[in-house]
């Protein structure tokens, strides 16, 4: 590995695409896991009483769709940024790998 | 009967009895004596330790370069990884504290598990697949790839210890005191046993035997977990309406369980808290090496998907789990200690504290037979998650402290994996002894302190060298150790440690949990003094960074997997 392969990469106008568009979408990601966290932990400390509030005629309350919302957009958020890294961002990575080789 | 001091010794719980609200800290495994030997369990142990020396052994003879014992030889699935990941979180402690908290006080068992579960994605979206671009045993590796080796090296060496004594001590002191609870051995032969068994998958197995142990107990205890949430289900036809509605009937708090209580307080400790679970998780050397096992970027990013769906689905279980036991045992009498009057308190007085709920409830929907696999699956675990550990305490002492530190790079590699199984034994015993010593202290708040600096040390460190051009060996020296001493004193001094644990009258910081605080001193640490390094060394750092950046982004010129 020499050092002028990755200077050959880093000037590749693909590659700096590449990295420009995956932080962009990573960190567009954990901004929307860190408010809908934050949120909720927000809501317990300033608002618990509403989070007690029964959904209809049910003893349910708000508290636990919104807590399993939680869980479930943990896994969501994590299988939409696998999907899409493992396609178009390893394609594009495999394609600048290949040139410079 | 030997009588002992309440002792929350288990690590989740004891995060919850650390820095949330230790008035909460209800679920407590009351050393209240042996229990009669318990057949089934005894006898479906020893089938898993069985089957896990025979994957010792089979591991052992596969096991032959370095990169077979520290990182399986990075021949892992992302699935196999997914599981191997989920199973070192789900610890024992996990599974019978959350469910636990669940029984004492209901929604705020939820939160508590919403807290662990969000530090996942944040690690794939920024961590897993540069970790695994960068490194090749330990996230030393990655934190000192265009640093200063010995002093970074010797930092993250320290870092990873540190968060593996205090976990280690905690793991240790639970296990014996839930093997003594539940299959009548004593405590320092249980110690002794747990010790033993982590040593010889270490030293023997390497990573290949950790990994496999791990993934077995992950499937034993999703699957435990599986039957006994299904169970309770059914019991209410699949009505979650009926499951919660008989929990609030039955449960002294009533409506309350339905609500946040008082898990979470002021915003300052809510913030602190979520941040060092989130960002904890982010810095625990057992859970980076993972990434090393797996072949390439792709792998490493399917494993974190895989390891998020499975921990998730899994709070959930425990969840269901929890509002199952209000149901089916608050109750029954069977499961209390009953006053000759007949009156029993409904939470305090559960046979060996609330932490045993998901034990009963084994026994209430499964009968003893299912009592026997929940309670050989609870020891599984722990010994599946301290084996773990050990891999990690005894790569950082032979990888990145002999290898580097000591003998400069210059040293056999089959010497270096002789000395890191060395290493696992000496761990293994030192761990051993001190289980025995803290038998009978508090160390409910260790496992805090282990997330605390590994939020506070390790992450900031692994963070800024990756992610900042202007990084340098000094600046991530300073912020770096700042970060570790400022998290250990903030904790010490807590009203957590300082009042509760060492009984003095005041603390002298406010908060249970210092991430906030200690987080922010170690970045800031490590940008001050970086701005501040001018050195030539420091320039031909920075300078080091665009090839680093390169490898990191696209995986050119990293270690890939090793063929078998």
Known sequence: MTPDIFDKVKRDRRFQELVATRARFAWMLSGAMLVIYFGFIFIIAFAPKSLGTPIGASVITAGIPLGLFVIVSAFVLTGIYVRRANSEFDAITREIIEEVK | MRTRCILPALGALTLLAAIVSPADAAGAIEGGGRQALNMPAIVMFFAFVAATLGITYWAARRTRSAADFYAAGGGITGMQNGLAIAGDYMSAASFLGISGLVFASGFDGLIYSVGWLVGWPIILFLIAERLRNLGKYTFADVASFRLEQTPIRSLSAVGTLTVVAFYLIAQMVGAGKLIELLFGLPY???????????????????????????????????????????????????????????????????????????????????????????????????????????????????????????????????????????????????????????????????????????????????????????????????????????????????????????????????????????????????????????????????????????????????????????????????????????????????????VKTFGFKAAYFPYDNPALFSMTIAFAGIWLFSKLDVSERARKEQAAYEPQYVRSETGIGAAGAMAH
């Open chain 2, 188 to 498: 320092l032969y249980a110690v002794i046993l747990v010790g033993a068994l982590m040593i010889i998958y270490v030293a023997f197995g390497g990573m290949v035997a950790t990994t496999w142990v791990q993934i077995i107990k992950a499937c034993l205890l999703l699957g435990g977990a599986t039957f006994m949430a299904l169970m309770v289900l059914v019991h209410f036809g699949f009505s979650p309406e009926a499951m919660f509605r008989a929990a609030v009937d039955i449960h002294p708090k009533q409506i309350s369980i339905m609500a946040p209580g008082n898990l979470v307080t002021d915003p300052v400790s809510a913030v602190s808290l979520g941040l060092a679970l989130m960002f904890g998780t982010a810095g625990l050397p057992h859970i980076l090496m993972r990434f090393f096992t797996v072949a390439d970027a792709k792998a490493a990013r399917k494993s974190v998907f895989y390891a998020t769906g499975f921990i998730g689905y899994f709070y959930i279980l425990t969840f269901i789990i929890g509002f199952g036991a209000i149901t089916l045992l608050m109750n029954d009498p069977e499961y209390f200690k009953v006053a000759a009057s007949g009156a029993y308190n409904k939470i305090t007085d559960l046979l060996g504290g609330t932490n045993m709920a998901a034990i009963h409830l084994a026994k209430a929907v499964g009968g003893s037979l299912f009592l026997g696999f929940i309670s050989a699956v609870a020891f599984a675990t722990i010994l599946a998650v301290v084996a773990g550990l050990t891999l990690a305490g005894a790569s950082a002492v032979s990888h990145d402290l002999y290898a580097s530190v000591i003998a400069k790079g210059r040293v056999a590699e089959d010497r270096e994996v002789r000395l890191s199984k060395l290493s696992a034994l000496v761990i293994g015993v030192v761990a051993i002894m001190l289980g025995y010593i803290f038998e009978n202290q508090n160390v409910a708040f260790m496992v805090g302190l282990a997330f605390a600096v590994a939020a506070s040390c390790n992450f900031p460190v692994l963070l800024m060298s990756v992610f900042w051009k202007g990084t340098t060996s000094r600046g991530v020296l300073i912020g770096g150790f700042l970060g570790l001493v400022s998290a250990v004193t903030m904790v010490v001094l807590s009203p957590a440690v300082w």
